[in-house]
């Protein structure tokens, strides 16, 4: 009987000894780990203090001031405009220019289409800009250039240089009233100038003019002649092929035209002179 009660008393001391051996492994786990993070905290801290006694040396440091800024791309807009939009006066430290503001400044100006600005270390900053590139003046109760996507962007200046075709026919009011076929109307214009300067025949080597109707489509003047070229809507590039062999047919027997209309492909009219 004394061994049977012993050996039970055994068989309940021994998980009561286990039970504190895991106590005491997990109290020195969690001691173990909050030691860890409290030196990573530490080391965080340090780090953060190090960067910015850095930074604020950077930016005290005459080594990183700008002392020059390239400007690359510029045609139409002078270095001293660009310069004047980039809002740096004196010499900033390069760590303080705030790239993301000058190229919304830079952006702001009209005749820009798409601009990068970077740092060139230690103390220059370069500008590579894209103008954007006229393909016609539209003409609205102003003068106003338009370029290859159909934006109209800037007018014309007093000094600039008429040397693009006019496109007639609309009003701001139109373009207020109804932009979605007013936009219509200047892609089809610019569509037929793109395929004019492609193929280069006579009469349409050069276009002055071209005027945009709702109704009727539209219509050019050429620049050399001055004849009136009626193309509708559609198969401009059909239409020019026919409109060359026409003109070649008129000079060859001593003919000149006033208009050609061209509307319809399958019926080309002309009035011609002696």
Not at 15 to 32: L, N
Request: net charge positive.
């Amino acid at each position: 009987m004394g061994e049977t009660i012993t050996v039970r008393d055994g068989k309940f001391l021994r998980p009561k000894a286990r039970r504190e051996e895991r106590g005491g492994e997990k109290f020195q786990g969690i001691v173990k780990k909050t030691i860890r993070v409290a030196f990573q905290l530490l080391l965080l801290s340090f780090s953060l203090f190090i960067g910015h006694w850095v930074y604020v040396h950077l930016l005290g440091d005459p080594y990183f001031r700008v002392r020059e800024v390239e400007v690359e791309g510029g045609r139409k807009i002078s270095k001293e405009t660009l310069l004047s939009l980039t809002v740096m006066e004196g010499m900033p430290n390069l760590f303080s220019v705030k790239l993301k503001e000058v190229v919304k400044r830079l952006e702001s100006y009209p005749w820009i289409e798409q601009v990068k600005v970077r740092k060139v270390f230690p103390n220059k900053i370069l500008i590579q800009i894209e103008e954007r590139k006229p393909m016609a003046i539209i003409q609205l109760e102003e003068l106003y250039y338009i370029d290859t996507k159909g934006e109209i962007f800037s007018p014309v200046g007093d000094r600039d240089e008429y040397n693009y075709p006019y496109l007639t026919g609309l009003t701001h009011r139109g373009l207020e009233k109804d932009p979605v076929e007013a936009k219509r109307l200047i892609m089809k214009a610019l569509e037929l100038l793109r395929i004019v300067d492609q193929e280069k025949v006579p009469p349409l080597g050069e276009i002055s003019e071209i005027h945009m109707e709702k109704t009727f489509g539209i219509h050019c003047f050429t620049k050399a002649e001055g004849v009136e070229v009626k193309m509708g809507w559609e198969d401009f590039g059909e239409k020019l092929k026919r409109l060359s062999l026409i003109w070649s047919d008129l000079r060859k027997r001593g003919f000149s035209a006033t208009s050609i209309d061209c509307s319809d492909l399958k019926r080309i009219l002309v009035k011609k002179i002696p």
